[in-house]
């Protein structure tokens, strides 16, 4: 069996590039008996998961990481200590009668028959990385001694490291590992005239995490700019890009936006983590029946669903949420997003490029031609984008979108205000839902509290409607870096279109009287009641729900609402 070459498959991997692979042969040479893979590791090109990886690629294994694995006693006690120590292999998992066995050597699986023999079962094979199979051998087994498991701290594989350089490196590392560690949604380098401020944005709230000596501006900005692929050069522009990189242990995603500013070039990065950022619709915060209303929707054949609110405030997670719901093999589902956030296995994504002229229109009408049962709109922002969604809609097609409004009965009047035909967004519209972001209580240090009246007016609530609910307050402990609050859950505005509605978007009705008639008809419960319902189930609080919603109620017709 031919295989290709190892270095090769590093190179492809990102993990090495023909130079340092030149000089890890030129050592090879140098040193009698020694393979390639390990003279990459003693040079420190790669670490020992980067190899056992490209050797999984190489001979078709599976990988199994052993450093992160509890292994039961009952698998430990199917394979005797002397064929571990002869083999070099450990248990894993029986599965349907295969046992699963971990080597850190591919030639062991040429010697399965033999395994065969001793062990009497049918086998599997993965592999594992050196320093993890010798630490399960030793814990398990009494074989040998447990070593540290080190990795490269570097998390980029692009750019030569010279000694000057390297410590503005490990800088710019340790800037996005502790922002993920700490579950922030965004990093914004700022430099100020004495200083450079580095600020996480964590459930919504900035603070500041780093400040920076003014002399480092430079290298850290361009550092980031080497990094998200961006032109070092310029300096008078806005730039846009993306990092891939992997932090932790997992693969994350970061877009880029820098501007020029006074103290010098700003960045921020928001960072789409794949593992916390795809959530199912019931991490999503619909409580009661808002959900059996959102699931019913969502399973409508044909109409525009829309998602409105502001930036921030969760539109995409949502409607992410309602595709990975909605996907399966006899469906397909087209997107068009600027930019995409989030790669969604079996649905065909398509990114906004305004450089050649490829716009959520000209998406739009291509993706009819493909035949699709559900389409994502990532924004309408224009007439052209609004009426061809709604001609999609109209011909059978389910379409989701977001709108910038403040609140779900202004939807229909925005979209005639761009232009669109009153009778069309009438008939093509089936249901509007705006949100936002609240902070839930950290549940390690929430205390019940009783609210001043005061403070139960402001949200609408009444004395005599807290009877035997409890309210709480934030407190802070180190769970939540004494914030108070830890992670955050939806509030929703949901309705759903009528004969009535639809005749009053056809008559030009206004957001006062449609939001009147939503609430009669349509479902509609604001997003101030929503909130009200998270605080009596000790979700959140009172100051979050106005904090979050204030502007609202300033606005809102709701029986009880008052500015804020």
């Known amino acids: 069996m031919s295989h290709k070459q190892l270095g090769q498959i590093l190179i492809d991997m990102g993990h090495l590039d023909e130079r340092k692979l030149k000089e890890g042969l030129e050592h090879q040479r140098r040193v009698p008996g020694i393979k390639i893979g390990k003279a990459l590791l003693e040079l420190n090109f790669i670490d020992e998961t980067q190899l056992t990886k490209a050797l999984c690629r190489q001979f078709k294994l599976p990988f199994v990481d052993l450093s992160r694995a509890v292994i039961p006693d009952d698998i430990i006690e199917l394979v005797p200590r002397n064929v571990v120590n002869d083999f070099g292999i450990v248990p894993v998992k029986l599965h349907q009668g295969k046992l699963l066995l971990a080597t850190d050597d591919p030639m062991v699986t040429f010697t399965a028959d033999d395994l065969r023999f001793v062990l009497n079962r049918e086998l599997s094979f993965a592999l594992t990385s050196p320093s993890a199979l010798n630490n399960v051998r030793a814990e398990s087994y009494g074989l040998g001694e447990k070593v540290e498991i080190k990795e490269r701290r570097r998390g980029f594989e692009d750019e030569d490291e010279s000694e000057e350089d390297a410590p503005v490196i490990r800088l710019c590392h340790e800037i996005l590992e502790q922002a993920l560690a700490q579950r922030a949604s965004d990093i914004h380098v700022e430099p100020l005239e004495d200083r450079v401020r580095v600020r996480y944005r964590v459930d919504g709230v900035c603070y500041e995490a780093h400040s920076l000596e003014r002399d480092l501006v430079g290298p850290v900005i361009t550092r980031f700019k080497v990094m998200s692929k961006m032109d070092i050069s310029e300096h008078r522009k806005p730039q846009d890009g993306r990092i891939a990189v992997n932090l932790m242990g997992r693969p994350i995603d970061l877009r880029v936006s820098l501007i020029p500013a006074t103290g010098g070039e700003s960045i921020v990065m928001r960072i789409l983590d794949r593992e916390a950022g795809l959530v199912g619709l019931t991490d999503l915060g619909f409580v009661g029946d808002d959900r059996d209303r959102f699931d019913r929707i969502i399973k409508r054949p044909n109409g525009i669903f829309l998602v409105t609110g502001p930036t921030g405030s969760g539109k995409t997670t949502t409607l992410y949420a309602a595709l990975k ?240």
Do not use: W
Request: hydrophobic letters at 40%; charged letters at 25%; aromatic letters at 4%.
């Open 325 to 564: 719901t909605l996907n399966k093999p006899n469906v397909k589902i087209i997107t068009a997003e600027n930019p995409v956030e989030y790669n969604l296995a079996g649905i065909n994504q398509a990114e906004v490029r305004h450089d050649i002229g490829l716009d959520f229109s000209r998406i739009l009408r291509s993706m009819l031609r493909q035949a699709p049962n559900i389409i994502l709109v990532g924004e309408i922002r224009d007439q052209e984008t609004a009426e061809i969604a709604i001609q999609a809609a109209l011909t059978g097609h389910l379409v989701f979108s977001t709108l910038h409004t403040n609140d779900a009965p202004s939807a229909l009047t925005r979209l005639i205000d761009m232009g669109v035909k009153p009778f069309l967004a009438a008939t093509a519209i089936m249901a509007v839902m705006a949100q936002r972001l609240v902070r839930k209580l950290c549940e390690t240090c929430r205390q019940p509290h009783e609210p001043p009246a005061s403070l139960l007016a402001a949200v609408g609530l009444r004395a005599e409607e807290l009877q035997g609910r409890t309210i709480y307050r934030s407190v802070g402990c180190k769970e939540c870096r004494f914030e108070g609050y830890r992670g955050r859950t939806g509030i929703f505005e949901l309705f759903q279109m009528d004969s009535t509605l639809r005749e009053l978007t056809y008559k030009g009705a206004g957001t006062s009287e449609i939001r009147e008639q939503a609430r009669l008809s349509g479902g509609l419960r604001s997003l101030r009641e929503d909130g009200v319902r998270k605080i009596l189930d000790g979700t959140t609080t009172i100051e979050e729900v106005l904090r979050v919603a204030g502007a609202v109620f300033t606005y809102g017709e709701d029986e009880g609402s008052q500015a804020v």
